[in-house]
């Protein structure tokens, strides 16, 4: 699975910690959903995209092979 | 059989102290909304993996016994609890600390530095119990430990996925 959540991140000026808090996970997580590490609860893919405004295609997009 | 003091007090005692640092590890851990879903993912995939060590040390030590040399229950029951426990928190620290990264722990080196460790200590292990000496066990730590650090030194540069 790969992921749309550094790009998104930047574009709003969004650090780690502050998507962190906003989806009430720690930072260690963040790191590893964005790093293709985790692939994360469909609840907790879904609030990342809601952090961002955008749907779960948008956000995550499916890929061969799964976690690292 | 007498009662045991001494192993009562390590018994208990280690238990109270091993709850008492699990419980001050997960407050401190709540505090950085540490306690979610990766934390549960990581803490139970090492549970899972650590019974893989506990079933080895099973077979290893019904070998021993089937070799002729007698074991203890207290020695038995010691090893194991030594063998899951050990595997569960090094195993957890190992992924805890894959995920912590930029870059992913190389899964070669890795291999290596668990089978050095765990082969050290069972082949030491293994030697206190023919010799009957307890001492073997603390020669047993430094190649476990050269294993953790080789397990879990950085490999050169990575590229990332993302």
């Known amino acids: 699975m790969r992921n749309q959540i550094k790009d998104l991140r930047k574009a709003m000026k969004m650090t780690q910690e502050d998507l962190s808090k906003r989806v009430g996970v720690s930072r260690q997580s963040i790191i590893a959903i964005e790093s293709g590490k985790y692939n994360p609860s469909l609840e907790l893919a879904y609030n990342i995209s809601k952090a961002f405004d955008r749907t779960i295609e948008e956000v995550f997009i499916f890929d061969e092979g799964g976690e690292r | ?162």
């Open chain 2, 1 to 162: 059989m007498g009662l045991q003091i001494g192993g009562l007090i390590g018994l208990y005692g280690g238990a109270t102290f091993g709850i008492l640092g699990w419980w001050l590890g997960r407050r401190m851990a709540k505090k950085n909304r540490g306690l979610d879903e990766l934390h549960d993912h990581i803490w139970q995939k090492a549970r899972s993996i650590s019974w893989y060590f506990t079933l080895a040390a099973i077979y290893i030590l019904f070998s021993l016994v089937a070799f002729g040399i007698e074991l203890s229950v207290a020695m038995v029951l010691g090893i194991m609890l030594l063998v899951h426990m050990s595997s569960w928190g090094i195993t957890g620290m190992i992924l805890s600390i894959n995920m912590n990264r930029t870059e992913p722990l190389k899964p070669s080196k890795v291999k290596f530095g668990v089978a050095v460790m765990v082969l050290s200590l069972i082949f030491f292990a293994v030697l206190s119990i023919v010799t009957g000496n307890w001492w073997f066990l603390l020669v047993g730590i430094p190649p476990s430990v050269l294993g953790l650090i080789s397990a879990l030194s950085p490999e050169g540069t990575v590229e990332g996925k993302v």
